[in-house]
């Protein structure tokens, strides 16, 4: 029975000029069931092709118009039909017709005459090779279409490391790799990298698993970031997919480097991550969501409450507008930052971040997002934000708090009548001594120390604040008048009575306060501060430990102290400084044993001016150093002309600066004057105060050492004026003494002046030093102190300093002989 074809069979299309031929083709093909259509030539053929789509055709090859060859050629070079199976008939059995036949596009041929039978078997197995090779056909299309939308490189490498193929982004950098060459991976990558590529393979082709590779690679003068993961592709190959990560390595590095550089870098690692349904209300909470908050998997359910009611109430309101925004379409994105609470009760800082899926009509659906904890980046900008405004080691307010608060004050006295504010600049007396002989923390432990007594010392509103150093300043607003600031200031200095207790220590420091009210006349808080500023050193000046107020006479004198400075700085090189000289006598015969040099300055404008309004400037200034050179190399050089002018051996007297002695180059230069002058080192004294024992320290001493060990005589000037100690006078070389002439003024006044004056001058005899006393103004003085024993003094009553002219004329006017002074009555 004949088997009638099925409407899905395969179609053959029979093409032949003999009509027998194809009606028993036709017969025989559709007995197995196939679908047959006919054409008795290759031109009807080709027409025929589009609107039968065959799935195989039986082509004879002799046939008039156009036979078989060129018709199969026809059909292979039309579109779509590159690849259905073409079957040729041929009766012909020759080698040359049937190549002839495979080059022009045959699948397969058959001879004539036909086996019916067997034609059946042919053409399906045909059918079965055509469909199994458009299987892989299109297997090998969509994997070659996968590969090619990869924009990764990639690269087939051997076991012995030849390169087999090479894809996409690599195409640029690499070698083309033509049929049967193969050229190996040493030739064109780098040697290190190559190397580590193959270690990469074998170990792959050894194990099995994916390896991956991260390196920098130089490509046409740039290094590029390659990440590059192997794997096996075939018994002795391996195949290595190349990412240029170049540019997610620059993002990496920039995450770092910024300030969320933790919570963006954590984003896809360590944040807590919620996908919302929008339609069933329910939440997905991860693990990590669930364990920032400190909870367990178990103790957060799906509700949308377990995320809002857990927000800090002051940030609610804000969070569910946010949200209510993104779902309506008015905001691209939901971002916030807001305060969650912790199962342990505190708040952590949240950064929120979500986006809403929505269908074509707009609506959302769906909304998922993270949370990262940014509690740290919070603290650190809430740390930077205080420490710009919060002095590290008080914790009081910085100058620029004090500052913005002061003008704020300010325009209140503008604004309001009768309002008044004052400002307290104090400084700690002393303080540098601490410092400098019990350390810095020490120092610290002071400063901490004295900005909890002003803090007391305040009342609620008013602002405390360290400039810096021992500097401090106060804002006390409404202050009523003077009297009501003098009161506080009062308040203050009792505060400090009580020593601090450092180091097992009790040290008393007291502050120096300068007060200036404001008032609506200040335009900026600089000019206030500046005031109060001025008052301070005025009050230190007047004795420390005491409170001024400001006056605009103050400021005249800051103005003009200024204009000083300026003046001294140009008094060196105008040669406006002069030294004079004083003898130094013994007691006993009035010969000149020694002379002190005096420095005086001839101002242009202003006249002479004494040392002690501009030697401590000058110490303020640095000054002193080239003043002091200069002082101490005139003198030596004075002091050189008079010997080789045949004055007997004396002894010149230098005062020296605490500033002189810390610096560094000090002794090199006091040797190298001597050396240069050519006098001797015992001709020379250099004069200290009792301000270096003091502020003594071991750089100090072995300054004085140095010095000695030379062969300089250390004398102590103004001895008895300060904190001498027997102590001091151990630890420092020194060999005079010289008795401060406030002592020989009040000599005649009380019982106890003679026995403090007889005191020294023991001290000295027993500690084997030359004592010297100072102003000696009337032949009563000479005589007690000669009563005394006292040896040597100087004073207006044996001569006033002179010019170095003078000197020379005093010290020649006896060749050869000791010289001595007439005594100078004053008037």
């Given at each position: 029975?004949?088997?009638?074809?099925?409407?899905?069979?395969?179609?053959?299309?029979?093409?032949?000029?003999?009509?027998?031929?194809?009606?028993?083709?036709?017969?025989?093909?559709?007995?197995?069931?196939?679908?047959?259509?006919?054409?008795?030539?290759?031109?009807?053929?080709?027409?025929?092709?589009?609107?039968?789509?065959?799935?195989?055709?039986?082509?004879?090859?002799?046939?008039?118009?156009?036979?078989?060859f060129s018709t199969c050629e026809q059909i292979r070079r039309s579109p779509g039909q590159e690849r259905i199976p073409i079957c040729m008939m041929t009766g012909l059995?020759?080698?040359?017709?049937?190549?002839?036949?495979?080059?022009?596009?045959?699948?397969?041929?058959?001879?004539?005459?036909?086996?019916?039978?067997?034609?059946?078997?042919?053409?399906?197995?045909?059918?079965?090779?055509?469909?199994?090779?458009?299987?892989?056909?299109?297997?090998?299309?969509?994997?070659?279409?996968?590969?090619?939308?990869?924009?990764?490189?990639?690269?087939?490498?051997?076991?012995?490391?030849?390169?087999?193929?090479?894809?996409?982004?690599?195409?640029?950098?690499?070698?083309?790799?033509?049929?049967?060459?193969?050229?190996?991976?040493?030739?064109?990558?780098?040697?290190?990298?190559?190397?580590?590529?193959?270690?990469?393979?074998?170990?792959?082709?050894?194990?099995?698993?994916?390896?991956?590779?991260?390196?920098?690679?130089?490509?046409?003068?740039?290094?590029?970031?390659?990440?590059?993961?192997?794997?096996?592709?075939?018994?002795?190959?391996?195949?290595?997919?190349?990412?240029?990560?170049?540019?997610?390595?620059?993002?990496?590095?920039?995450?770092?480097?910024?300030?969320?550089?933790?919570?963006?870098?954590?984003?896809?690692?360590?944040?807590?991550?919620?996908?919302?349904?929008?339609?069933?209300?329910?939440?997905?909470?991860?693990?990590?969501?669930?364990?920032?908050?400190?909870?367990?998997?178990?103790?957060?359910?799906?509700?949308?409450?377990?995320?809002?009611?857990?927000?800090?109430?002051?940030?609610?309101?804000?969070?569910?507008?946010?949200?209510?925004?993104?779902?309506?379409?008015?905001?691209?994105?939901?971002?916030?930052?807001?305060?969650?609470?912790?199962?342990?009760?505190?708040?952590?800082?949240?950064?929120?971040?979500?986006?809403?899926?929505?269908?074509?009509?707009?609506?959302?659906?769906?909304?998922?997002?993270?949370?990262?904890?940014?509690?740290?980046?919070?603290?650190?900008?809430?740390?930077?934000?205080?420490?710009?405004?919060?002095?590290?080691?008080?914790?009081?307010?910085?100058?620029?708090?004090?500052?913005?608060?002061?003008?704020?004050?300010?325009?209140?006295?503008?604004?309001?009548?009768?309002?008044?504010?004052?400002?307290?600049?104090?400084?700690?007396?002393?303080?540098?001594?601490?410092?400098?002989?019990?350390?810095?923390?020490?120092?610290?432990?002071?400063?901490?120390?004295?900005?909890?007594?002003?803090?007391?010392?305040?009342?609620?509103?008013?602002?405390?604040?360290?400039?810096?150093?021992?500097?401090?300043?106060?804002?006390?607003?409404?202050?009523?008048?003077?009297?009501?600031?003098?009161?506080?200031?009062?308040?203050?200095?009792?505060?400090?009575?009580?020593?601090?207790?450092?180091?097992?220590?009790?040290?008393?420091?007291?502050?120096?306060?300068?007060?200036?009210?404001?008032?609506?006349?200040?335009?900026?808080?600089?000019?206030?501060?500046?005031?109060?500023?001025?008052?301070?050193?005025?009050?230190?000046?007047?004795?420390?430990?005491?409170?001024?107020?400001?006056?605009?006479?103050?400021?005249?004198?800051?103005?003009?102290?200024?204009?000083?400075?300026?003046?001294?700085?140009?008094?060196?090189?105008?040669?406006?400084?002069?030294?004079?000289?004083?003898?130094?006598?013994?007691?006993?015969?009035?010969?000149?044993?020694?002379?002190?040099?005096?420095?005086?300055?001839?101002?242009?404008?202003?006249?002479?001016?004494?040392?002690?309004?501009?030697?401590?400037?000058?110490?303020?200034?640095?000054?002193?150093?080239?003043?002091?050179?200069?002082?101490?190399?005139?003198?030596?050089?004075?002091?050189?002309?008079w010997l080789d002018n045949g004055v007997p051996p004396l002894r010149l007297a230098v005062n020296i600066s605490p500033v002189q002695l810390k610096d560094p180059g000090?002794?090199?230069?006091?040797?190298?004057?001597?050396?240069?002058?050519?006098?001797?080192?015992?001709?020379?004294?250099?004069?200290?105060?009792?301000?270096?024992?003091?502020?003594?320290?071991?750089?100090?001493?072995?300054?004085?050492?140095?010095?000695?060990?030379?062969?300089?005589?250390?004398?102590?000037?103004?001895?008895?004026?300060?904190?001498?100690?027997?102590?001091?006078?151990?630890?420092?070389?020194?060999?005079?003494?010289?008795?401060?002439?406030s002592f020989i003024r009040k000599l005649f006044f009380n019982q106890e002046q003679p026995k403090i004056i007889e005191t020294i001058l023991t001290l000295g005899n027993?500690?084997?030093?030359?004592?010297?006393?100072?102003?000696?103004?009337?032949?009563?003085?000479?005589?007690?102190?000669?009563?005394?024993?006292?040896?040597?003094?100087?004073?207006?009553?044996?001569?006033?300093?002179?010019?170095?002219?003078?000197?020379?004329?005093?010290?020649?006017?006896?060749?050869?002989?000791?010289?001595?002074?007439?005594?100078?009555?004053?008037?």
């Open positions: 029975m004949k088997k009638r074809p099925e409407g899905n069979a395969p179609l053959i299309l029979v093409v032949d000029d003999d009509t027998v031929m194809r009606m028993l083709a036709h017969a025989a093909l559709e007995k197995e069931g196939y679908r047959v259509e006919e054409a008795e030539n290759g031109v009807e053929a080709l027409s025929l092709l589009s609107p039968l789509k065959p799935d195989l055709i039986l082509l004879d090859v002799m046939m008039p118009e156009m036979d078989g059995d020759d080698t040359g017709s049937i190549h002839h036949a495979y080059q022009v596009g045959a699948t397969d041929f058959i001879t004539k005459p036909i086996n019916w039978l067997l034609l059946g078997y042919r053409v399906r197995y045909m059918l079965r090779a055509s469909k199994a090779f458009d299987d892989v056909y299109r297997a090998e299309s969509k994997s070659r279409a996968l590969l090619g939308a990869i924009p990764d490189g990639m690269l087939r490498i051997s076991s012995d490391g030849a390169l087999l193929e090479s894809r996409n982004s690599l195409d640029h950098i690499l070698p083309p790799v033509n049929e049967g060459d193969h050229p190996n991976i040493f030739e064109f990558l780098p040697s290190q990298l190559a190397h580590q590529l193959m270690g990469q393979v074998h170990k792959t082709l050894q194990t099995g698993s994916v390896q991956l590779l991260e390196c920098s690679v130089a490509i046409q003068g740039a290094l590029r970031d390659w990440e590059i993961r192997t794997i096996q592709s075939g018994e002795n190959e391996a195949l290595n997919i190349v990412r240029d990560i170049t540019e997610r390595k620059r993002t990496e590095k920039a995450l770092r480097e910024s300030e969320e550089r933790y919570a963006l870098a954590s984003l896809a690692a360590n944040d807590g991550l919620w996908d919302w349904n929008l339609l069933t209300k329910e939440v997905h909470f991860s693990s990590r969501w669930k364990g920032l908050l400190g909870y367990k998997e178990e103790e957060i359910g799906t509700g949308i409450e377990e995320w809002l009611n857990r927000i800090h109430p002051d940030d609610s309101e804000q969070v569910k507008v946010e949200i209510n925004s993104h779902i309506e379409g008015l905001n691209a994105h939901f971002i916030n930052e807001h305060r969650m609470r912790h199962k342990d009760g505190s708040y952590r800082w949240i950064l929120s971040r979500g986006i809403a899926v929505r269908e074509e009509t707009g609506i959302a659906y769906r909304m998922a997002g993270s949370h990262t904890d940014i509690s740290a980046r919070k603290f650190a900008e809430e740390q930077l934000q205080h420490d710009a405004f919060y002095d590290g080691l008080t914790g009081l307010p910085n100058r620029a708090l004090f500052m913005d608060r002061l003008n704020n004050a300010l325009r209140r006295t503008r604004r309001v009548p009768d309002f008044t504010c004052a400002v307290f600049f104090l400084d700690l007396d002393r303080f540098k001594m601490i410092n400098d002989s019990l350390g810095h923390l020490a120092g610290d432990a002071v400063l901490v120390e004295t900005a909890r007594r002003l803090e007391k010392c305040a009342r609620p509103g008013d602002t405390t604040a360290r400039l810096g150093g021992d500097e401090f300043v106060m804002l006390f607003e409404d202050i009523k008048n003077e009297e009501n600031a003098k009161a506080i200031a009062e308040r203050i200095q009792k505060a400090f009575m009580e020593p601090f207790r450092v180091s097992e220590a009790e040290l008393v420091s007291t502050p120096s306060i300068g007060i200036a009210l404001g008032s609506s006349e200040y335009l900026h808080a600089e000019d206030l501060l500046r005031d109060a500023d001025i008052t301070m050193y005025q009050a230190k000046a007047l004795g420390r430990g005491r409170c001024e107020v400001f006056s605009p006479a103050m400021r005249l004198r800051a103005v003009a102290l200024v204009r000083l400075e300026a003046d001294l700085r140009a008094a060196l090189e105008r040669d406006e400084f002069h030294i004079h000289y004083q003898p130094i006598v013994s007691l006993k015969d009035s010969r000149i044993v020694g002379m002190e040099a005096l420095l005086r300055w001839q101002h242009p404008h202003q006249g002479l001016i004494a040392p002690s309004d501009f030697i401590p400037l000058a110490e303020d200034t640095g000054l002193i150093l080239p003043m002091g050179e200069w002082v101490l190399r005139t003198a030596c050089g004075h002091l050189k002309t000090f002794t090199d230069m006091v040797t190298t004057v001597i050396k240069e002058s050519g006098i001797k080192p015992d001709n020379l004294e250099l004069e200290i105060t009792e301000t270096v024992l003091m502020e003594q320290t071991s750089s100090i001493v072995e300054v004085l050492l140095k010095l000695k060990a030379f062969g300089i005589h250390i004398s102590l000037d103004d001895f008895g004026t300060g904190y001498s100690s027997l102590n001091y006078l151990q630890n420092l070389p020194i060999d005079t003494l010289k008795i401060d002439r027993n500690l084997g030093m030359e004592v010297i006393a100072e102003g000696i103004e009337t032949t009563e003085q000479l005589k007690k102190l000669q009563a005394m024993k006292c040896r040597q003094g100087q004073g207006f009553f044996f001569s006033r300093p002179m010019d170095e002219s003078a000197a020379a004329s005093l010290l020649s006017s006896f060749p050869g002989a000791k010289t001595k002074v007439a005594p100078e009555r004053l008037l």
